[in-house]
């Protein structure tokens, strides 16, 4: 099992910035891939960023640019750093986890509230 809980949502005003952090603990290691996803209200969930083993990331088009994803190893914490935050970006952020080997994600926090205000 692998648990992850993400923390560092909250209110920001348009243009701000906000860093998500996600521990990871259980049977996690590096070479699990991590990836943040979010829900608007009255939306599906999307994909907003990705993180291999390697490094390698990938971005939804909507936040290329404008967020980071990130990972401490000695630690297993996932970050997601926002830079100019729209008001579109208002959404729970969901932390996730998946084994290399595995095309899904299957493992998933409990979500952090991230509100950007006009």
């Known amino acids: 099992q692998v648990q992850l809980v993400e923390s560092g949502g909250g209110l920001v005003q348009a243009g701000g910035s906000l860093r998500l952090s996600c521990a990871a603990s259980g049977r996690t290691d590096s070479t699990y891939i991590m990836g943040w996803f979010r829900q608007a209200p009255g939306k599906e969930r999307e994909f907003v960023a990705g993180l291999n083993w390697a490094g390698i990331t990938t971005y939804a088009d909507s936040v290329k640019g404008r967020f980071s994803i990130s990972r401490r190893n000695a630690d297993n914490t996932l970050y997601l750093q926002m830079n100019s935050l729209k008001p579109e970006d208002t959404a729970v952020y969901y932390c996730?986890?998946?084994?290399?080997?595995?095309?899904?994600?299957?493992?998933w926090g409990q979500g952090t509230q991230v509100t950007v205000s006009s």
């Open positions: 996730a986890a998946r084994p290399g080997t595995s095309v899904s994600y299957s493992y």
